[in-house]
């Protein structure tokens, strides 16, 4: 008697080994945003073979169009192995029949596998699928799983949707959906840090992109398929932060450079959608700000809020916080002040007033002037959504000739959220710090000094 294990001749990257223990332990919905070239597919039919060996049913992998199925999975070959991707991930003993022209396999345990297009979901009528692989989902109809997602939770089935980012569309949508969401499973994989490449081959393809397609469109490129950045095709004209800034905010902190001062920007939610964010800086000696910390969630119950902002700014021994007080923040802000007091935190009250100058607004100024920053390599960030957010933002003149930033009604408009990531990043990164061993009056100073603070 023949035996097989599964996965077939196949282990997975350590980068992979989290999306597998995931489901393992019985997850249900997951988005994988790893570069090219980083086994998105070939994880996801490892993973399928698993769970149709395990639970006998309907699963499919979906391609975002049914005529490129064919050759990107069914007929696709491992260059260093030379057999077929499905092959070794579905081995012959497993199986009980194949149908080549439907590109469907039927395994002796009764499971059904199947490669079909997102843009041909309604042929799939009266199917009930047990798992679902959105290959490349950022090109893929999301109508797809508008329809199907319904059938999924009926039945209790699974779904994972992977791809390389195509600006901020559907799929990155999901993936914030997913980061945010702790019954989702979310990785977020940069070619920089898987270690698929060494550096000096990552360097040799962005060279090869620029060269083929110029400066801004190779670069673009690179950022994109290679390092996630979902703002590598954002317009550059009226952009607040030049093309690569992203790249540059991903670089490694200084090492061994003294913190002055540890501060935090806190957005707090003003519509359903949005979210309250706390971002947790470091300020160095040298002027760089580090980011240490990133704690967002939604809802809009002012107690709860105000405790988490509590909880979160004394567990990373904050010393400095700028809160938006425009809008909910008054009372809010007053209430978590009295819950810190004793704690040796200073606080602003942070307000966007309209100021003089060549900036409408004190945000405006605080965005170019953190975009200045990352200019010159001084700005260290790891979150995602926060770089994302930024590298978003794009400025227009009001009627007396000044720069600000883009309504945020029409941010909303285009994205569906607002920018509250960026927003409590350029807070944080306002503030002036003051030494650690400061003390004001009574000891417990009631304001943090911020660059614009006319007082």
């Known amino acids: 008697m023949t035996s097989v294990l599964i996965p077939n001749n196949w282990k997975p990257r350590a980068y992979q080994l989290p999306f597998f223990r995931y489901f393992a332990r019985g997850g249900k919905r997951a988005v994988l945003m790893w570069p090219r070239r980083h086994g998105k597919d070939d994880a996801c039919l490892h993973l399928t073979a698993i769970q149709l060996m395990k639970t006998p049913g309907t699963y499919w992998f979906m391609l975002p169009q049914y005529g490129q199925a064919r050759k990107a999975i069914w007929d696709a070959v491992n260059k260093h192995t030379g057999l077929r991707r499905i092959d070794e ?29 997102s843009d041909n979901y ?50 990155t949508q999901l993936a914030h959906l997913a980061k945010g969401d702790p019954n989702w499973f979310y990785s977020n994989v940069r070619a920089s840090e898987a270690g698929v490449f060494t550096q000096q081959q990552l360097d040799e393809i962005k060279f090869d992109y620029i060269r083929r397609r110029g400066y801004d469109m190779g670069l673009g490129m690179f950022l994109q398929e290679y390092e996630n950045d979902e703002n590598a095709f954002v317009s550059t004209y009226n952009s607040v932060f030049a093309r690569g800034a992203g790249e540059k905010m991903r670089q490694p902190a200084p090492a061994n450079v003294p913190t002055v001062s540890r501060v935090a920007g806190i957005d707090l939610a003003r519509f359903g959608g949005d979210n309250n964010v706390v971002f947790i800086g470091d300020r160095l000696e040298d002027g760089s700000l580090t980011e240490v910390r990133v704690e967002s969630w939604a809802g809009m119950d002012a107690v709860f809020t105000q405790g988490k902002i509590a909880d979160v700014l004394s567990s990373y021994r904050v010393n400095q916080a700028a809160m938006d007080g425009d809008g909910v923040g008054g009372p809010i802000i007053d209430n978590v002040r009295a819950q810190c007091d004793g704690r040796g ?68 408009k285009e994205s569906g959220t607002s920018p509250d990531f960026a927003d409590a990043a350029v807070m944080a990164s306002m503030i002036l710090p003051l030494p650690k061993n400061f003390q004001g009056k009574g000891g417990r100073p009631a304001f943090a000094r911020m660059d614009y603070d006319v007082i």
């Open 345 to 412: 935190i200073v606080f602003e009250e942070y307000h966007n007033i309209a100021i003089s100058g060549p900036y409408g607004n004190r945000t405006t100024q605080g965005y170019f002037d953190l975009a200045r920053e990352a200019e010159a390599g001084k700005i260290f960030l790891r979150d995602e959504r926060v770089i994302g957010e930024l590298g978003a933002r794009l400025y227009e003149f009001n009627h007396k000739g000044q720069v600000v930033l883009q309504n945020k009604k029409e941010w909303r």
């Open 122 to 171: 309604n042929a799939l009528v009266g199917s009930n699928p047990a798992g679902i692989v959105f290959s490349e989902y950022a090109l893929s109809d999301p109508q797809a799983w508008d329809y199907l997602s319904p059938i999924l939770e009926e039945n209790n089935g699974w779904a994972v949707f992977n791809s390389t980012v195509r600006g901020q569309n559907h799929f």
């Open 89 to 117: 991930a579905f081995p012959k003993e497993i199986r009980a029949r194949v149908n080549e022209s439907e590109m469907k396999i039927v395994f002796k345990n009764g499971s059904v596998w199947q490669v079909c297009g």
